[in-house]
């Protein structure tokens, strides 16, 4: 049964998703990527760079929550300007919050014994799972998403995806004549598990299994699973082609955890029945995630 919640709710959850993704980010950035000079791109990559290179400021470099700001502050009219602040809010917010988590969170020592490997993938999931809270509560943190953004309405044949990826190509190389081909190799571990955590995240919630069912039982077996799981069933019309018979064919969608309740229907009134089970990377409506704007 789905909760349906009030427009005051669905932006408290939001924002309470906005507050947790941004410190977790915060904290891959403080503690596992700039102790190790990883450079995850976006901004993020470009602040760690940025304090790499000046260790002539006072506390050892420029810090992050600095180069953060001083790199979005600018940014943020022009994106009002050209997106509009509908769109540009939540991205204020994330990177007001992104700069206060990094402004304030302490640097805590790890104690990994210098293994690389364990930082870079702690580090990379870390800061998916943070993008990944951030991305549900339909936000950003600025950095490349709003420059990719901007750069968008002066290149609109290239998705957001593609620059977003060119420019932290660009960062990321820049990383390799400051920290070394050997952290930089690291630095992708980092970039491909943050990719596939937040992408993990955002299709996590809302995967699902599509079942066709072919059977000569079909309306018994579709009236079972009515029953029994509280999963809708529509029939399609189809037709063999090699006996030329009309044959109903049942679609259901179902959660990953009652393909087992369902392949156990079928089978215990049909041990014929032909049935397919495929992935589906986002389902919504009844009985499923509401989509909500």
């Not at 529509?234 to 969608?253: E, H, I, P, W």
Request: neutral net charge.
């Amino acid at each position: 049964m789905l909760l349906k919640l009030t427009e005051r709710q669905r932006l408290a959850v939001h924002y309470t998703l906005l507050v947790l993704g941004t410190c977790l980010m915060a904290v891959s950035s403080i503690v596992f990527l700039d102790p190790c000079g990883m450079v995850p791109g976006g901004f993020t990559g470009i602040a760690i760079i940025v304090k790499a290179v000046t260790p002539f400021f006072p506390g050892g470099g420029v810090p992050l929550w600095l180069t953060n700001v001083l790199l979005n502050i600018p940014m943020i009219p022009l994106l009002i300007h050209y997106r509009g602040w509908v769109f540009a809010r939540r991205t204020v917010a994330g990177f007001l919050l992104f700069t206060g988590w990094l402004a304030v969170l302490p640097q805590l020592p790890i104690s990994l014994e210098g293994d690389m490997f364990l930082i870079s993938v702690f580090g990379g999931l870390l800061m998916g799972i943070g993008i990944g809270m951030v991305f549900l509560a339909k936000g950003t943190t600025g950095g490349t998403d709003m420059a990719a953004a901007l750069l968008q309405h002066f290149f609109p044949h290239l998705s957001m995806a593609r620059l977003m990826q060119a420019l932290d190509i660009v960062i990321v190389t820049v990383g390799v004549f400051v920290f070394g081909l050997r952290m930089s190799l690291y630095s992708a571990i980092v970039v491909y598990l943050t990719a596939w955590m937040s992408d993990r995240m955002i299709d996590g919630l809302k995967n699902s299994r599509m079942t066709l069912i072919i059977s000569d039982a079909s309306e018994q077996i579709a009236q079972e699973i009515l029953e029994n799981m509280d999963r809708g069933v529509t029939g399609l019309s189809g037709r063999g082609m090699y006996t030329n018979q009309a044959k109903d064919v049942l679609l259901c969608v179902v959660s990953p955890k009652e393909i087992v309740q369902i392949k156990e229907i079928v089978h215990k009134i049909d041990q014929k029945a032909f049935v397919v089970v495929v992935d589906s990377r986002e389902v919504s409506g009844e009985g499923f995630v509401q989509y909500n704007q």
